[in-house]
């Protein structure tokens, strides 16, 4: 894995961003490293790993793990070869794919456990999405545009209509197993509370 500096995500798993961490010799998970940006009291914090280099009085990572957002830790520790990263002077030009490939298995255990659309209804959802976007070919823009603000429209109307009823009784009927809900959502549990509060206080029109 090669070149991805702001993270890894998967659509549908935003809230499982997952990245490499640090580790230093000792096996600990270093605190972030900040940045005064001279502007005051404003500092820049960052937890990639690179930064960890020694220099700057910074802590010295030896080793890479992957780690994700919902607290995932992967178990494989990947040497750091600093004379390697220097040599390259670019961190995206370093060899990250131990990482992210364990991500990788973590999400997919996490895709594993969350709920599933069923087929026909992904499918007509793949069939409205396809429709939609071949409206930037028709000849007359406007028209296709103003088609697809109406199918948007109708879409919206659907969302209103069925997501707070739902989300209240996901809330009613689980309140107390948070857990429970963000897994089948396949998200964390303070993604899935600003979904659900997000549904229940939906309005339209």
Sequence with gaps: ????????????????????????????EPGPVFFDLGSGSTFHESTSWWHYDGTFRRPTATS????????????SRYPIDWEK????????????????????????????????????????????????????????????????LKACEELEAIVAETGPEAARALAREHDEAMDVIAEALGMTEKAARAR??????????
């Design 1 to 28: 894995m090669y070149g991805v500096r702001e993270g890894w995500r998967r659509e549908g798993f935003e809230s499982h961003e997952g990245a490499v961490g640090a580790l230093l010799a000792d096996g600990s």
């Design 64 to 75: 890479m793990r992957g780690r994700c957002a919902c607290g995932w830790r992967g178990t």
């Design 85 to 148: 990263v220097r040599e390259d002077d670019d961190p995206d030009a370093y060899d990250t794919t131990g990482p992210y490939t364990e991500w990788e298995a973590h999400l997919g255990d996490v895709a594993g456990r969350a709920v599933a659309l069923p087929e026909d209804l992904a499918g007509l959802l793949g069939q409205v999405r396809e429709r939609i976007d071949r409206l930037w070919l028709e000849d007359d823009t406007a028209r296709g545009y103003a088609t697809m």
């Design 196 to 205: 659900l509060l997000h549904y229940e206080h939906l309005t339209w029109r």
